[in-house]
C-alpha cells in the first residue's frame, strides 16, 4: 500500500510540472509560441516545408543503328571477262581465217554464219547478265526491306527538349495566379515587408499593447492577441524579446481560396525570449541563452492589390 501511495503521489507531481512547463512554453514570444487563426481550408493542416529536390532529367537513349545494306555484286566482273574472252577468241580467229592461216577448205574474210554467231553469242550473253541482275537486284530489295521492318518494329528513340522548364509546382501557380491580378507584386518586397510585420508584432507583444500592429492583423488575430496579452496582464508577467535574429524567411506555400489569396512564410530565427515579473525577476526562460525557433505566418488578402494581413501562426 505504502509503495502504490508513492507511485500516485510521483505521477501527480510529475503532471503538475509538465502543466507548469506548457504554461511557460505558452508565454513565450508573440502568440505564446502556440498554434492559432485561420488559414482557409488549410487550417488544420501541417505548414509545407519550401524544399528544392534534386529533379534528374532523363538521359536520351543512344540510338541504335543498323547496318546499311550493300548491293551484292553477283560476278559482274567475271561475266565482262568471259564476254570480252568469248568476243575476243571469234574476233582472233576470223582474223587468223582472212590471212590464210585457217585450215584447208576454209574461206577467207568473215561470212554470214560468222555474224550470225557473234550475235547469237552476243544475246545469250546479254540474257545471262540481265537475269543475274535481276536476282541480285530482288536479293537487295529483299534485305532493304528486312532492315526497313527491323527499324520500324524498334520503338524510336525518345527526345527529349531540355530548353523546356519543369512543371511549375503549386507554390510556383499561385504566385502567378498573385502577379496576374496584381501587377505590383515583387516576391522579395513581400518577404521584406512580412519580415518587418514580424519584428513589429514581437516588439507590440513585449509591450503588451499590439495596438499599433492591429491594422496588419485580420479580426480574428487581433481578437486572439488580446485575450493572451489580457492573461499575461493578469498573472502580472511580461514577455521580453530581445536580440532577434531571423535567419531564414521563405514562401513555402501560396494558393486560392474563395476569392482570397494566401501565402505562408517560414520564419527561422533565434532570440532572447523569458519572462519576468513586474520587478523585472526573470520568472522563465533565460535572459543568456538564445533560443532558436521556427514559425509558419499566413498571410491574407482579397485577391488583387490589397493589404496582406497576418490571418495565422503555426509552429513547426
Given at each position: 500500500m505504502k509503495n502504490r501511495w508513492i507511485v500516485r503521489l510521483f505521477?501527480?507531481?510529475?503532471?503538475?510540472?509538465?502543466?507548469?512547463?506548457?504554461?511557460?512554453?505558452a508565454?513565450?514570444?508573440?502568440?505564446?509560441?502556440?498554434?492559432?487563426?485561420?488559414?482557409?481550408?488549410?487550417?488544420?493542416?501541417?505548414?509545407?516545408r519550401m524544399t528544392n529536390p534534386y529533379t534528374?532529367?532523363?538521359?536520351?537513349?543512344?540510338?541504335?543503328?543498323?547496318?546499311?545494306?550493300?548491293?551484292?555484286?553477283?560476278?559482274?566482273?567475271?561475266?565482262?571477262?568471259?564476254?570480252?574472252?568469248?568476243?575476243?577468241?571469234?574476233?582472233g580467229g576470223m582474223l587468223f581465217r582472212s590471212l590464210g592461216f585457217a585450215g584447208?577448205?576454209?574461206?577467207?574474210?568473215?561470212?554470214?554464219?560468222?555474224?550470225?554467231?557473234?550475235?547469237?553469242?552476243?544475246?545469250?550473253?546479254?540474257?545471262?547478265?540481265?537475269?543475274?541482275?535481276?536476282?541480285?537486284q530482288q536479293t537487295a530489295g529483299g534485305t532493304q526491306q528486312y532492315w526497313r521492318q527491323a527499324e520500324s518494329a524498334e520503338p524510336a528513340p525518345q527526345q527529349y527538349n531540355f530548353s523546356q522548364p519543369p512543371a511549375q509546382d503549386e507554390t510556383?501557380?499561385?504566385?502567378?495566379?498573385?502577379?496576374?491580378?496584381d501587377g505590383t507584386f515583387d516576391e522579395n518586397r513581400f518577404k521584406d515587408n512580412v519580415q518587418d510585420i514580424f519584428f513589429r508584432?514581437?516588439?507590440?507583444?513585449?509591450?503588451?499593447?499590439?495596438?499599433?500592429?492591429?491594422?496588419?492583423?485580420t479580426p480574428e488575430m487581433q481578437d486572439i492577441f488580446r485575450?493572451?496579452?489580457?492573461?499575461?496582464?493578469?498573472?502580472?508577467?511580461?514577455?521580453?524579446?530581445?536580440?532577434?535574429?531571423?535567419?531564414?524567411?521563405?514562401?513555402?506555400?501560396?494558393?486560392?481560396?474563395?476569392?482570397?489569396?494566401?501565402?505562408?512564410?517560414r520564419f527561422l530565427a533565434s532570440i532572447l525570449d523569458y519572462t519576468t515579473d513586474e520587478t523585472g525577476k526573470v520568472v522563465?526562460?533565460?535572459?543568456?541563452?538564445?533560443?532558436?525557433f521556427e514559425e509558419y505566418w499566413t498571410f491574407s488578402r482579397p485577391v488583387g492589390p490589397n493589404q496582406w494581413k497576418l490571418s495565422a501562426i503555426q509552429q513547426a
Open positions: 505521477t501527480i507531481a510529475f503532471a503538475v510540472s509538465l502543466i507548469a512547463m506548457g504554461y511557460q512554453e508565454s513565450a514570444r508573440a502568440g505564446g509560441g502556440r498554434s492559432f487563426g485561420s488559414r482557409g481550408a488549410r487550417t488544420y493542416k501541417s505548414p509545407s534528374s532529367r532523363p538521359q536520351p537513349s543512344p540510338q541504335q543503328s543498323f547496318p546499311q545494306a550493300q548491293p551484292q555484286r553477283q560476278g559482274g566482273s567475271f561475266l565482262r571477262g568471259l564476254a570480252g574472252g568469248v568476243v575476243g577468241g571469234l574476233l584447208p577448205g576454209a574461206a577467207g574474210g568473215i561470212g554470214i554464219f560468222d555474224i550470225l554467231l557473234i550475235g547469237g553469242i552476243l544475246y545469250l550473253i546479254y540474257r545471262f547478265v540481265a537475269s543475274r541482275r535481276r536476282a541480285a510556383s501557380s499561385g504566385l502567378a495566379h498573385v502577379r496576374q491580378m508584432v514581437q516588439g507590440a507583444w513585449t509591450r503588451r499593447d499590439l495596438t499599433p500592429v492591429a491594422s496588419l492583423q485575450r493572451q496579452i489580457e492573461e499575461l496582464k493578469a498573472a502580472g508577467n511580461i514577455n521580453r524579446l530581445e536580440n532577434i535574429a531571423v535567419r531564414e524567411v521563405e514562401i513555402s506555400e501560396v494558393w486560392q481560396e474563395e476569392g482570397n489569396d494566401y501565402i505562408t512564410v522563465s526562460g533565460s535572459d543568456l541563452e538564445p533560443v532558436k
